[in-house]
């Protein structure tokens, strides 16, 4: 079993490449620097959150990791323009893709299914569908980056690990419909109360979400603790405006802790993610950094809140179902 928070110098020397572009475009350009090192540290959080894979071939499968989650940034941009098909297409989605991945030869389902729908969260989120575009083709360039990156390190062996049977059809159906619920749910109540990303409580009610409950209950109070300690880390960041080299080195070394800690059985990987976010929008323009910090823990916590309700009482509604 995997340490609590695993730590590896080989993934986290690989992070520490991945801010290299970001750490100089902080520094090449004073002006415009800060926006254009974060945009570019977006890129890689996919990457980043993968690690250095231990052969060639599996690294290569990063590429496919990457292209899953430009295109669900983009999907998501696209529906996000008419909030009520946004809800029904996250439903129907996560119910078609929860059955796909009952199949055993259907393996990009399973990415698609933990990656992939609640990226279209992040696609809700922007203001046009050539925001979401743009977002795609940077993850795309980052992805691709990384690969690139990765062949550096030698291959090694890699350790062979059991293959879980397929759950059945009938397990799968529950649970496509107990995360299209919360989806769904999270999704409406963001446009409902006009928040500035609506999809941010789409996008922690899916990362959520596991078929086992032990597994859901683990990575919500995974996933809300790291958002709190990242968005406090960014609000301090943002209080003390450090200079542009302080600021480089600052995100590298965010990179390089969310690379290196890629392994980790505790769902740590929302602390820096959620740094580089919402440094990113307590940029010198805009809202005050509270209204930030607010609106990224309130949608966590509510996506969390609407993930566990709907295990509690959607496979209990199947299973009277069932029965009668």
Do not use: K
């Amino acid at each position: 079993m995997a340490s609590a928070v695993a730590w590896s110098w080989r993934n986290a020397l690989h992070g520490a490449v991945l801010g290299v572009p970001a750490g100089i475009a902080m520094l090449a350009d004073p002006v415009d620097g800060f926006t254009t090192g974060l945009t570019l540290a977006v890129g890689v959080l996919p990457a980043a959150g993968l690690g250095v894979a231990a052969t060639r071939p599996q690294r290569a499968r990063g590429l496919v990791i990457g292209a899953i989650a430009a295109a669900a940034i983009f999907v998501g941009s696209v529906i996000g323009r008419m909030p009520a098909l946004a809800v029904c297409v996250i439903f129907v989605l996560c119910v078609a893709v929860a059955l796909l991945a009952a199949n055993r030869s259907r393996r990009l389902a399973t990415p698609v299914l933990v990656l992939g729908l609640p990226l279209i969260g992040v696609g809700l989120s922007f203001a046009s569908i050539g925001e979401g575009a743009g977002a795609a083709l940077l993850i795309l360039a980052g992805t691709v980056y990384a690969f690139l990156v990765s062949l550096l390190w030698p291959a090694r062996e890699s350790a062979v690990r059991p293959v879980a049977p397929p759950a059945t059809r009938g397990a799968m159906l529950v649970y496509g419909i107990q995360i299209g619920i919360a989806g769904a749910l999270a999704a409406a109540c963001g446009f409902a109360l006009g928040v500035d990303h609506p999809g941010w409580a789409c996008v922690a009610a899916l990362m959520v979400s596991r078929p086992a409950h032990a597994a859901l209950v683990s990575r919500g109070w995974g996933r809300a603790l790291s958002v709190l300690i990242g968005a406090v880390l960014a609000l301090a960041v943002a209080a003390l405006s450090p200079p542009p080299a302080v600021f480089a080195v600052i995100l590298v070394v965010v990179l390089t802790a969310a690379t290196g800690t890629a392994g980790s059985r505790w769902y740590v990987f929302p602390l820096f993610s959620t740094v580089i976010v919402l440094s990113l929008l307590m940029g010198p323009e805009g809202e005050a950094p509270a209204h930030w910090f607010l609106e990224r823990l309130g949608m966590t916590l509510l996506g969390i809140a609407l993930a566990l309700a709907a295990a509690a009482v959607v496979p209990r509604v199947a299973a009277r179902l069932r029965r009668s």
